[in-house]
Each structure stands twice: as C-alpha cells, then as structure tokens.
C-alpha cells in the first residue's frame, strides 16, 4: 500500500502564486511510473492539470500551460506544482495522483483546497 499526501494549498489572490508538493511512500519497495495533479471544482468534473512520467515528459492542461511548472521534488517518489498568475478559476480541490508499476496500481491524495479570490 502507498500512501499519497499532498501540501500547500490556501488561500491566494488573483495574480498570486502557491507551490503544492506531494509525496509517496511506502513501507514496501515500489516503482512509479507516473506522478499528476488534478484539480476539482464545485459542480465540475474531476480534470488532469499536469503530468510527469517516470522518463521526464510533462503534460499540462490548456488553461494552465505557461503559469504551472509540474517538477520533481528533492526526495525520492515526490512531485510539486509550481503555480503562478493564480485566477479565480483556478479554485478547487488538488489531488495528486500516482500510478506505480509491477503491480500497476493508482493511488489517490486526500487533496487539498487552493482558493484565489480577492
């Protein structure tokens, strides 16, 4: 079983920036094969914002392309999310999401509240 935690939601206003980090762990041996961050408003769908594989490569959703930096952090099985110019559509709930290998399983976050209002 892993564990999922996310860190680093609050309350920002527009304009402004928040750094969320996640991490994985364990107390078996396993392989991630990819790491993301979703994000769920009131009333809306649950939607992919940023991804990063096991190999390097990085997706983002349309509206967050050039203001979120998905990265991996300096501890093994950890990932953050780098976001800037924070708009009021960005407000929901960020889970992250990893997917490990040899057994493939996903495993969710408890997420965390990211609110941009003035």
């Known amino acids: 079983q892993v564990q999922v935690v996310e860190s680093g939601g609050g309350l920002v206003q527009p304009g402004g920036s928040l750094r969320l980090s996640c991490a994985a762990t364990?107390?078996?041996?396993?392989?991630?094969?990819?790491m993301e961050w979703y994000r769920q408003a009131p009333g809306k769908q649950r939607e992919l914002v940023a991804s990063?594989?096991?190999?390097?490569?990085?997706n983002y959703a349309e509206s967050v392309k050039d203001r979120f930096t998905i990265s991996g952090g300096d501890a093994k099985n950890t990932v953050a999310l780098q976001m800037n110019s924070l708009k009021p559509e960005d407000t929901a709930v960020y889970y992250c999401?990893?997917?490990?290998?040899?057994?493939?399983?996903?495993?969710w976050g408890q997420g965390t509240q990211v609110t941009v209002s003035s």
């Open positions: 999401y990893v997917r490990t290998i040899i057994p493939v399983r996903d495993y």
């Open positions: 364990s107390s078996s041996i396993f392989s991630v094969d990819r």
């Open positions: 990063m594989t096991r190999g390097g490569s990085r």
